[in-house]
């Protein structure tokens, strides 16, 4: 069945570091990939997402490059914010069923 | 995007009790979905509520436990049913709109469920 990796966490940064979140994929088809954000207290917000490969996402800063090759989506952002501090998931979806991975935690210290 | 609203926001239930979590999307949407998020771990798919018909359950979920209805196309409820500790979750209501453009799923905020 499908699945979703993520690295193990949780990450702590100092702000203005460089971040990257690997995440990897199984699937069968061609499945689109997501980044979902949960920031303390809320509920889980879309961050960006690609739809075939070689497409990037961007938000906030943030990108992620569906890497078909490599089956892989990693989310990195060039300077993070103390804002940033949250829990990040990867998802994949196909057939209309989303698929997420087991999440991480970034916290970013000032 | 859909905004979606989830009642209660959290609660604390006794064992062996049922809690009924509603959920209200402020626009009509395809599909809607049930979603349990365990304390430390992913979400992980509960069942696709059906307007009109029985909700389909994925693996480990069954309607006895997890009763779900949708009687349009805006609004459900999943109710978990004699409930244990093993129940103490976040539950999360999420819409999917395929009448637009994108395949984007939004998701409630959640209801944040204590069972003692």
């Known amino acids: 069945g499908d699945s979703v990796t993520q690295m193990e966490g949780p990450v702590t940064l100092s702000e203005e570091a460089f971040l990257t979140i690997n995440c990897t994929y199984t699937a069968t088809g061609y499945p689109s990939l997501f980044w979902y954000v949960q920031y303390p207290g809320e509920g889980l917000q879309l961050l960006l997402k690609?739809?075939?490969?070689?497409d990037k996402g961007s938000n906030k800063g943030f990108e992620a490059t569906y890497r078909k090759e490599t089956t892989s989506f990693h989310l990195e952002k060039g300077s993070v914010q103390v804002s940033d501090s949250a829990v990040y998931f990867c998802?994949?979806?196909?057939?209309?069923?989303?698929?997420f991975g087991k999440g991480i935690t970034l916290s970013v210290r000032p | 995007s859909a905004v979606i609203s989830q009642k209660p926001s959290r609660d604390i239930c006794q064992r062996g009790t049922s809690l009924t979590i509603q959920c209200q999307v402020d626009?009509?949407?395809?599909?809607m979905f049930w979603y349990r998020q365990q304390p430390g771990q992913s979400l992980t798919l509960i069942a696709t509520?059906?307007?009109?018909?029985?909700?389909?359950?994925e693996s480990g979920f069954v309607i006895d436990k997890f009763p779900i209805s949708r009687p349009n196309l805006t609004f459900s409820t999943l109710t978990v049913s004699n409930m244990s500790p093993e129940d103490s979750s976040i539950y999360l209501c999420?819409?999917?709109?395929?009448?637009?453009?994108?395949?984007?799923?939004?998701f409630g905020p959640g209801t944040r469920l204590t069972v003692l």
């Open positions: 509520a059906n307007q009109g018909s029985e909700a389909t359950y």
């Open positions: 626009s009509q949407v395809t599909m």
């Open positions: 999420s819409v999917l709109s395929l009448a637009s453009s994108t395949d984007t799923q939004y």
């Open positions: 998802a994949l979806k196909t057939n209309s069923k989303l698929t």
């Open positions: 690609a739809t075939k490969a070689d």
